[in-house]
Antibody, heavy 120, light 109 residues
Framework: EVQLVESGGGLVQPGRSLRLSCAASGFTFDDYAMHWVRQAPGKGLEWVSGISWNSGSIGYADSVKGRFTISRDNAKNSLYLQMNSLRAEDTALYYC?????????????WGQGTLVTVSS | EIVLTQSPGTLSLSPGERATLSCRASQSVSSSYLAWYQQKPGQAPRLLIYGASSRATGIPDRFSGSGSGTDFTLTISRLEPEDFAVYYCQQYGSSPMDTFGQGTKLEIK
């Protein structure tokens, strides 16, 4: 059974940093691209960042470029999102999602999300 | 960056009726790399359609997707009570640089 479990969310002050993690199981992690998608309270889905199977191809939404860094550790079956210079508008539920190809593809599995709240 | 615009924002229908949801892209979506997701309150999104028209595993055949280029449609042939939810289209490419539409809320009339 495929499982994606996010962790690392919480309350953080504006300008501070936070690191999210996603633990994957039930599939061959290093065969697939992985993504972070967020959803602000009462709002729609926003793609945040994605990473190919071997970290050779990485993309970011303009809203987070230069502040967030995605990475993965295939030996640990884990995905990460380092979030720096956090802003109030980064407040959201952050989902980890599994792609269906080496570099992208649609998302066939999602985690339940970890909540990030940026507030003083 | 491809921008996806979904319409209508809210669709009010009754069970048994047919639902037609639209997703328009600001530029052509290559190889029909277009997916649809359903999201219910408090739940993660669920994949319905990929490749514009292929149903995901376990998705009932009342759900169908069509379109190409810049215009795509999700059709639910006969609405069941469990189909009332928010629906999102998504463009994905050959590299990790994806976008979602703003969503269509399908509500009970």
């Amino acid at each position: 059974e495929v499982q994606l479990v996010e962790s690392g969310g919480g309350l953080v002050q504006p300008g501070r940093s936070l690191r999210l993690s996603c633990a994957a199981s039930g599939f061959t992690f290093d065969d697939y691209a992985m993504h972070w998608v967020r959803q602000a309270p009462g709002k729609g889905l926003e793609w945040v960042s994605g990473i190919s199977w071997n970290s050779g191809s990485i993309g970011y939404a303009d809203s987070v470029k230069g502040r967030f860094t995605i990475s993965r550790d295939n030996a640990k079956n884990s995905l990460y999102l380092q979030m720096n210079s956090l802003r109030a508008e980064d407040t959201a539920l952050y989902y980890c999602a599994k792609g269906t190809g080496y570099s992208s593809g649609w998302y066939d599995y999602w985690g339940q999300g970890t909540l990030v709240t940026v507030s003083s | 960056e491809i921008v996806l615009t979904q319409s209508p924002g809210t669709l009010s229908l009754s069970p048994g009726e047919r639902a037609t949801l639209s997703c328009r892209a600001s530029q052509s979506v290559s190889s029909s790399y277009l997916a649809w997701y359903q999201q219910k309150p408090g739940q993660a999104p669920r994949l319905l359609i990929y490749g514009a028209s292929s149903r995901a595993t376990g998705i009932p055949d009342r759900f169908s997707g069509s379109g190409s280029g810049t215009d795509f449609t999700l059709t639910i042939s006969r609405l069941e009570p469990e189909d009332f939810a928010v629906y999102y289209c998504q463009q994905y490419g050959s590299s990790p640089m994806d976008t979602f539409g703003q969503g269509t809320k399908l509500e009970i009339k």
